[in-house]
């Protein structure tokens, strides 16, 4: 009997797609340029399933991150899977298909944590924990002399590589840490160390299940307990016999060993599902979470077994001006199916506020025309979308925002918002009750206050700055004397002579001094260096600070009216309301997604680069390139321009 070929709506499959969706081979590898077609084919692959017969429980796709999700499940609709099955049909992150297994074995219990801020105290007792063991076998491995503080940064990054990568587990078996084996694994015994006792505490809560998740969390447990064949029943009573046909991995460059831990445990008690495995090296953007293209090539060939690879060779998402200069930034040959001609702009500007003024000028063009759909820039950075926004509020222009906070509604802008509106008590900036509360959030938070209250002293001090603050802030005049009785009153040491030399400043009123000055009065580095963890996260809290400075001088006219215009501005914003079709985003929230246009600023000498080096940097670019389908535009500073539009072919070499 002949197989049945699922025929999709929306578009017409190449032969190589339908190869793909055809094909009955155990194991598929296809490793694909952006944009050539990767996710859609996963569709296909799994409406063929559906057209075989399969239920939609039978089919599980997984994907890294939760963008990856929504591109699914959008390629399926258009396709035309219809909606009932798509939401029947098992799509999860590696991390949401971990967590839901585990919640359905270990019943309800273990905290979510969200933010780095809620993983800093545990991480804070461990180090002391591990730092007064007393039957430490190398005490001279444990004399660190920096502080507590100082090493929390990196000390989470390397968990988040040993997490991934499984590392202790793999290596521990029956022996004891040891210097050498800190060593094998690339970091030093004191992390090692630090990390066991961190573990211990996370696992301390309950006999069945952890005290506390962050993020990756829920994939580690999942793998470990596979590891060790923990609490896990095995053969058909495996929770992961879950008598699937099909396993799908999007993303799957992205994948690290405890994630593939978990797909080699799927594959094993799902043994009559066909796997395909979709992805592209070059969009690694995740290393520091152990993530390792490996897991497509000789991991997988070593320990699940040969694959089939077959081919997908052309762009179907941008033409190939786009895909020639993607080729070249990432050293590889690059095709496009010839589907439709995509525009590189440059956008030169010799200075930031230039380059501001002329990209809100491209967004008021943009709403005014029906051609393109959306609009997305594509920041490396948050900080640098602080001129950009005043200029888009300025016109008026409605805006989204994804992967990052509207600049208003930063903390630490917040925070210098707050002390100017007390220093002026005036907060009429503030007109509702939700924002208010925001403000004194994050004058706590910076300020290391806490409350100080005889009424609230036997709730915990989570609580009791909730009730506290939602008080304060319902009527706007509780604003004043909450800054002045609690937030000044009991700000740390640290945080006092700042918070005065920064409200000095504020006072005088004049620009001069306030441009000076305020910076080195504030400290905003050094008040973000005692609340916050990471090193990108204080980094960012000093260049917003320093942004907010320059857009309160380009006021010209004095200190109070560049806030007055700040208020303004929010409340343009307030009033922008629905879906936009212009939206400022992070690049790792556009992953996987794709847009009409696609601008991307800061292409300047050492403006698109960060923490994770050179390689990433590249791979954040070839992403975010390859966002674009109609439209792509590069903005830069001419007079030095980034190496990477050099190496793409977009401007001549020196
Ligand atoms: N046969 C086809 N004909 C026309 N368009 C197609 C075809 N196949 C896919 N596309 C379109 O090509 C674009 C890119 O596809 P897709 O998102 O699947 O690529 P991808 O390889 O997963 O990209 P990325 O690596 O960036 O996530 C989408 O707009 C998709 O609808």
Redesign the pocket.
Known sequence: MSDPIFVPAG????DE?QTIQTTRARHLLIE?N????????LALRIAQALHRGASPQMILALTYTAPAVQ?LQA?LR?IGVPAAQIAALRIHTFESFSAELLLALEGPGALQLASLEQIRPYLLRAIERAQSWPDERYPEEMAVTASSEALVEGLLQSFAVLKGGLGVEQRLGDVGLSPEMAEELGCDYFTLRVRGAFEAIRRGGHPDHPAFRFDGDACYDLARALLAEEGLATGEHSPLALGLALIVVDEMHDTNRAMFTVLKALLQHNSRAAFVGVG?RD?VIHSQAGAEAGFMREHFEQEIGQPMRLPLTAS??FGATLAQAAGLLACKPYLAAG?RATEICLLPADSHRLQAQLIARIAQEHLAQSGLQDLRLLLRRPSQSVLIERELLKLGIAYDAQGLRPFLQRREVLLVRGLQAFCSNDFSGFPDKAQRAQVLEAMMLFCGAWIDSTELRHVDAVTAQRRAIEEAASPVDGMHDFIANQVLRTASDFARPRLHAAMELLRAGGLSTFARGFMQALDPAGLARAVLVRREDITQVRDNIAQLVQVVLAEDTSVADGFQMLHALALVQSRVRGKSRVTLSSIEAAK?L?FDHVLIPHLSRGEFVGEAGAAESRNLLYVAM?RARQRLTLAFNPQAPSRFLLDAGLLPGP
Do not use: F, N
């Open positions: 578009i017409r499959p190449s797609q694909a952006a944009g050539a077609a990767k996710t859609t084919t591109a390629q258009l592209d969009q179907h998402r589907l996987g794709e390859t």
